[in-house]
């Protein structure tokens, strides 16, 4: 089993910024990568963010050039730096990943841009 525990999620202003942090514990062993997703109102869950153990990132075309991700692996946590934010990007955040075949998810942070 592994638990994942988002954090950092807020209220801001159009063009501001927001670190989101999930925390990995439990079986964390066989983790190869840990990723965001996010899922706006209306919407379906969608692909944001992805980092591999080899330090590799992918990134969904809509945050290219705005949103970094990053692992701090003796913490066991990923982060999700989010610049230039957009109303667009309000959505529930969640951290994801995959151990020993199976899928788990975090609780969610929630992320509103508004002015």
């Known amino acids: 089993q592994v638990q994942l525990v988002e954090s950092g999620g807020g209220l801001v202003q159009p063009g501001g910024s927001l670190r989101l942090s999930c925390v990995a514990s439990g079986s964390i062993g066989s983790i190869n990568s840990m990723g965001w997703y996010r899922q706006g109102p209306g919407n379906q869950r969608q692909f944001a963010a992805r980092?591999?153990?080899?330090?590799?990132?992918m990134y969904a075309d809509f945050v290219k050039g705005r949103f970094t991700v990053s692992r701090d692996n003796a913490k066991n946590t990923v982060y999700l730096q989010m610049n230039s934010l957009k109303s667009e990007d309000t959505a529930v955040y969640y951290c994801?990943?995959?151990?020993?075949?199976?899928?788990?998810w975090g609780q969610g942070t929630q992320v509103t841009v508004s002015s």
């Open positions: 980092m591999y153990n080899s330090g590799s990132a």
């Open positions: 994801h990943t995959m151990a020993d075949g199976r899928s788990y």
